[in-house]
């Protein structure tokens, strides 16, 4: 899909499902996204990266959920998502597109998710995509910074997506 300076951002393939059963383990992660429980069981792996594909296949190409590897190690240091967040009851920002990720500790505090997202939204940009959204669940502090480091613009609280009042940015 795109390179960053320290990594390579790919679609998720079946070779990868020991590491996205590993990042989906831990409750650490699937406590901020939605996962009502983590993994519990390896052969999930291969079900989660069937999910992302099945997700990225609603859309068109320029969306999807993909595999951040670092270069130097070949290591997936998590998953980087640029897709069309369902449409809200309430009919405003109808089409709104989201930026988001789910990174494994073992690759946090290492500027990661910033530098994936940033190639996101470079993107999402070369597409003419003008508004991309983030969200997260309230007292996601590290989340939140990666939102506020990419120069994204707060906007307040919402419940328009998921079912669940969130803190919600934009980058217009
Ligand atoms: C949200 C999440 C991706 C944030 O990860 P993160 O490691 O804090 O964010 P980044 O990858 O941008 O790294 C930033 C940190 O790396 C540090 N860093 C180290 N080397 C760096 C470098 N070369 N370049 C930039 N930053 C660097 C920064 O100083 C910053 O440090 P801090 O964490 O002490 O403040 C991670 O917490 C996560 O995956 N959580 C679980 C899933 C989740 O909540 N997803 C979001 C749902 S809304």
Redo the contacts with the bound molecule.
């Keep these: 899909m795109f390179e960053t300076e320290r990594l390579i951002v790919r679609p998720w393939e079946s070779a990868d499902a020991a590491r996205a059963f590993d990042i989906y383990s831990k409750e ?2 699937t406590k ?2 939605g996962m009502d429980k983590p993994l519990d069981d390896p052969a999930q792996g291969e079900k989660m990266i069937a999910r992302w594909a099945d997700l990225a296949a609603k859309h068109d190409h320029r969306y999807g959920c993909w595999a951040a590897q670092i270069k130097e190690t070949g290591v997936i240091a ?1 998953t980087i998502l640029l897709v069309p967040l369902p449409d809200p009851a309430d009919g405003r920002f109808p089409g709104a597109i989201e930026v ?4 494994h500790p073992d690759s ?7 530098e994936a997202a940033r190639g996101a939204l470079q993107l999402a940009d070369s597409y003419g995509l003008t508004e991309i959204f983030a ?2 669940w309230p007292g ?1 502090d ?2 939140l ?2 939102m506020r ?1 990419l120069g994204m613009s707060y906007l307040g609280r919402t419940d328009r997506w998921y079912d669940r009042e969130a803190e919600c940015y934009v980058l217009r």
């Design positions: 650490a992660v901020w996204i998590g988001g990720w789910h990174f946090w505090h290492r500027g990661y998710a910033t969200i997260a996601n590290p989340s910074a990666v480091r």
